[in-house]
């Protein structure tokens, strides 16, 4: 991917999660920044998947700029709590 294409996506994710409560372990949620997240790739159905930098769980950006959290595997428990 190249740098321009990168700035975008996280560009796209820094204004979704601005209306956007994550949910955290103990139920409560919060909001989060942009840098909370790394990039890790553009899947089949062009959501863009953002793995959190400290619980190491995914969220999707939608191509609509939705944010949709998967659940039910190692990396997708579905909370996003902030360690560091």
């Not at 793995?51 to 944010?67: G, Q």
């Amino acid at each position: 991917m190249e740098r321009w294409f990168m700035d975008m996506q996280f560009r796209r994710l820094e204004t979704a999660l601005v209306n956007t409560c994550l949910p955290t372990e103990d139920g409560s949620s919060r909001l989060a920044q942009a840098d909370e997240f790394m990039l890790m790739q553009i899947d089949s159905r062009d959501r863009v998947q953002f793995k959190h930098v400290d619980t190491r769980n995914y969220l999707y950006l939608n191509p609509d700029d939705s944010i949709s959290i998967p659940v039910g595997s190692v990396f997708h428990l579905g909370f996003f709590d902030r360690v560091n």
